[in-house]
């Protein structure tokens, strides 16, 4: 029997290390240069030659197929003129040729908790983006189309909208406009594309959106990198570079890349099943994503026009949502959603009074752990008084035990009839771990929040700079590791804790010996895997631990104490 328990206790120990290793390793998520930089979203691969296409299938069957050869960014990356635009959000650059965005500073967010006057560029280290590829059938067009602007290059947008148009008209006497209405109060911004005919017979054009991105995992809560996409209002994330091409069918809600704190999107606002195609490329991480509208017909004298919408800004749910378009799934709250979103809306809401995150988080850690107050002490007094009984019939144990010690089913079978004899059921001091298995769930989901809601994001507490990341004090000599408090701290705490859980004699047999020197090691091992982890999450299980001392001396005082403990 003792073995059995030994065995329940090691796979209790093995399944919290393996939830945990799961969230941790692979969740980002898991998880390269700046870890905040969006150069690293809109990464452009550079090994390709351009090409065209005088003409295209109409077949259904072949939507894509030109557009596969969707050309790489120009080695020389060519511009024609910048015109810059801010509104109280962003400062945004567009280039006339190809009516491209350049760069796009944030002003809100600052890369870095040590500079405050670096304001994150999602296109930092990256070529232009949203580089739409037009094919007329029967003519050649410039991939990158040089369009003309008039107008002033500089354009403030303090409130309210504005629109600008670039033009270019071409030889064959097709009409290129391309406009972009800007929204002082949000992120998004609203593009068009009009195919002008003024030529003598009809024509047949299709737009090919083609976009190369970076996909990158660095794991244990830092940043990352991946192509995101809502098809048919089903996230697809793909966080590994596919080994060969990958397509997506459906209605294409939105797709693009996503690093941590920030994505850019295009929302292709056409309602019908679509395809997106996502092709490896030679270059390692990089990715090129292929989405085409359907072919259309323009009569002479007549135009099309398509519509879309991009974002460029902050994953964060308050802003994504009024974008519509379910854009909000695009916040990784992680496999257990149902309670980080709860958590992290609790989070703020006490954050809101508090105006600290650090104290918020000490706050819903103290509201956890009342909660769980009355199955802790249920707990440990039921564990407690099965140690007792079990100290009152402990020779009959041993003699038992040595009785039969060549007979270990024998041994066994003799020892369920003692249990039975005295009332005691030596799985009971199992329950003693069930307040920290119903937290693990929490745990992990406050571990996603913490991970990635941008609120914390350079949130300061006490010396820590940003809850949002590992502490960064100084790195030790010789070693290189940084030094961190915090996560001593954490695993200080949880030692004191389980030195000050009774354990009596009875419960010092081989087995449960055994059970706790491994528990011991527990904050040893604990301390390391918490090592690079956000300070938050860490925060949070220190202050934990310290309530479970203050909750351990309050058990053994008033309930156990009183019982003959």
Not at 169 to 175: E, N, R
Request: net charge neutral.
């Amino acid at each position: 029997m003792a073995d059995n328990k030994l065995n329940y206790i090691l796979f209790i120990i093995l399944s919290i290390g393996i939830i945990l290793g799961f969230s941790i390793f692979f969740n980002d998520p898991p998880p390269r240069q700046d870890s905040e930089k969006m150069g690293d979203v809109g990464q452009l691969s550079k090994s390709s030659s351009p090409t065209t296409t005088e003409d295209f299938p109409s077949d259904k069957a072949d939507y894509l197929k030109e557009g596969l050869n969707f050309p790489d960014e120009p080695e020389n990356l060519a511009q024609g003129e910048l015109i810059t635009v801010q509104t109280p959000l962003y400062v945004g650059v567009i280039d006339t040729l190809g009516g491209r965005v350049s760069s796009w500073h944030l002003k809100k967010y600052r890369e870095r908790v040590d500079d405050g006057k670096t304001l994150v560029n999602l296109f930092k280290g990256s070529p232009p983006g949203f580089s739409p590829l037009l094919k007329v059938s029967g003519l050649r067009l410039p991939e990158l189309i040089p369009f003309e602007f008039n107008g002033k290059s500089n354009i403030d947008i303090r409130e309210g909208t504005r629109e600008i148009s670039l033009y270019w008209d071409s030889p064959q006497g097709i009409g290129v406009r391309k406009t972009y209405s800007f929204d002082s109060s949000t992120y998004v911004v609203k593009q068009s594309l009009e195919v002008i005919n003024s030529g003598t017979v009809p024509l047949r054009e299709r737009l090919f959106i083609g976009w190369h991105g970076n996909i990158e995992q660095k794991g244990r809560g830092e940043s990352s990198t991946s192509f995101i996409a809502l098809v048919s209002n089903e996230l697809e994330r793909v966080e590994k570079s596919p080994k060969e091409a990958v397509d997506y069918k459906g209605v294409i809600n939105w797709f693009g890349y996503a690093s941590k704190y920030f994505m850019v999107a295009l929302l292709p606002n056409i309602g019908a099943d679509t395809v997106i195609r996502l092709t490896p490329t030679a270059e390692r991480n990089v990715v090129k994503a292929v989405f085409g509208y359907p072919s259309d017909t323009i009569p002479t004298g007549k135009e099309s026009i398509r519509k879309w919408e991009i974002y460029l800004g902050p994953i964060e749910p308050e802003t994504l949502k009024p974008v519509g378009h379910n854009v909000e799934q695009a916040v990784n709250y992680g496999w257990l959603g149902f309670l980080a979103k709860p958590l992290l809306g609790f989070l703020k809401f006490l954050n809101t009074y508090i105006g600290n995150y650090g104290i918020s988080i000490i706050v819903i850690t103290i509201i956890i752990r009342v909660l769980f107050f009355p199955l802790t002490v249920r707990s440990m007094a039921s564990m407690r008084q099965m140690q007792l009984k079990m100290e009152k019939f402990k020779p009959e144990m041993d003699a038992l035990k040595e009785r039969y010690k060549d007979d270990k089913a024998k041994q066994n079978a003799e020892l369920m009839k003692l249990y039975s004899k005295h009332g005691v059921n030596p799985l009971s001091s199992l329950g003693g771990c069930m307040p920290m298995l119903v937290q693990i769930p929490v745990f992990i989901a406050l571990y996603d929040v913490l991970l990635h809601s941008i609120d914390l994001r350079h949130s300061s507490f006490l010396w820590i700079n940003d809850l949002a990341s590992p502490e960064m004090l100084f790195d030790i000599p010789v070693l290189g590791v940084p030094f961190r408090i915090l996560p001593l701290l954490m695993g200080v705490s949880w030692y004191i804790s389980q030195k000050m859980t009774p354990m009596t004699a009875a419960a010092a047999s081989d087995n449960m010996a055994l059970q706790m020197k491994m528990m011991q090691f527990m904050p040893i091992i604990f301390t390391f895997l918490f090592w690079g982890l956000p300070s938050g999450l860490i925060l949070y299980w220190t202050v934990s631990n310290v309530l479970s001392i203050g909750q351990q001396i309050y058990v053994n005082r008033r309930v156990i104490a009183p019982k003959g403990g």
